[in-house]
């Protein structure tokens, strides 16, 4: 080992978990590049302003949560915590949203969050999202929850449930947001809790404590407070996911950690994984490009959690079919065969055979002790013998079988046995 590990909260990605990792990656962006989805990708750390306005300067990840630094040349930057105020501070300076709307992006990467590590919540975590800038339209709604099912449908994952509410709009929240206002004031509630009241009081219906929770069973909900216009463009909403198919719950308590959400907003909850159980969110944000400092641009976009992915899988048992190692496993003995089947191996390889080499001069039985742990079909053994003969030995490694093949005809004999 040496004196270094990875930082608290975070963890290696190492072979062969990690083709796991990646394979579920694409898969959540896959449902994206047949739905016309663009790839996006912004730095990893930006001005630390994005954020708190974006995000929201109450919300627990701008004030708790953010890494944030102060440059040489004195800038206020913080790594990213997430990833729509980013895409939509590219789309905004790059003029996108000045072409033909709406504007359709996806991206994956790095996130980060100084959060209380355990199972399901780190530090670093994976992202892949989705934003559809510039149109107010249920079907846009609709079409990313569609997709974000139809990705981990693709997996194999079934024990995940669709959490649906409605935020309502700049119409009716504020009406709605005063009247919860004034039902929590007169609750027992801490310091921390009494001010978020006044800042984002929505949050507090989200609070995890179960004394806060005993006192809402009779919260008012913003169901009841949606004006005509949010009423009707959740009901399509719910009426195109049932039309798909695509089964959700109605949860009139789900409001979502990020202050910027209108309307729609939904979460993928996971069954199989403890209190970190939600495996991917989203929502409409149709107020955020003005308070970027951009023009008026109704949007919604979701991000889908790897990580999390990951162990739901793993909670269900699902395997997933990853690309196979090598299907063969070159074993040279000798200075001059090691040259010689190397450059069979590189034919091979670019032939689209995948092949492994004995690296390291290993002796006949190490290397066949290799050969055997890489998976491959067959090994080619090229001895000093063979090699004056012009020969190579192909061992099917499955029924133990070698014979003698010609050199030159290597890669068409290993083409036929591999497929
Ligand atoms: P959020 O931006 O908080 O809605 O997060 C979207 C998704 O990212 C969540 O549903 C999780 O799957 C994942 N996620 C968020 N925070 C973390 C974290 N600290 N560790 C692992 N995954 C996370």
Redesign the pocket.
Known sequence: MSTFSAPKGTYDLIPPDSAEFLAVREALAAPLLRAGYGYVETPGFEQAELFSRGVGESTDIVTKEMYTLTTKGGDQLALRP?GTASVLRAALQRNLHRSALPVKLWYSGS?Y?Y?RPQA????H?S?VGAEALGAEDPVLDAELIILADDAYRSLGLREFRILLNSLGDKECRPVYRAALQEYLRRLDLDEDTRRRIEINPLRVLDDKRDSVQRQLADAPLMRDHLCEACKAYHEQVRELLGAAGVAFEDDPRLV???DYYTRTTF??VHDGLGS?S?????GRYDGLSEMLGGPELPSVGW???V??TVLALRAEGVRLDLAPGPRVYAVPLGEEARRVLFGVVTELRREGIAADFAFGGKGLKNAMKSANRSGARCALVLGERDLAEGLVQVKDLESGEQSPVPLDRVVTAVRAKVG
């Open positions: 997430e996130y969050r959060e399901g919540r780190y530090r975590f992202q979502r950690g990020l979460e993928f970190q939600a495996v991917g969110g989203g991000a889908l959690g990580d999390r």
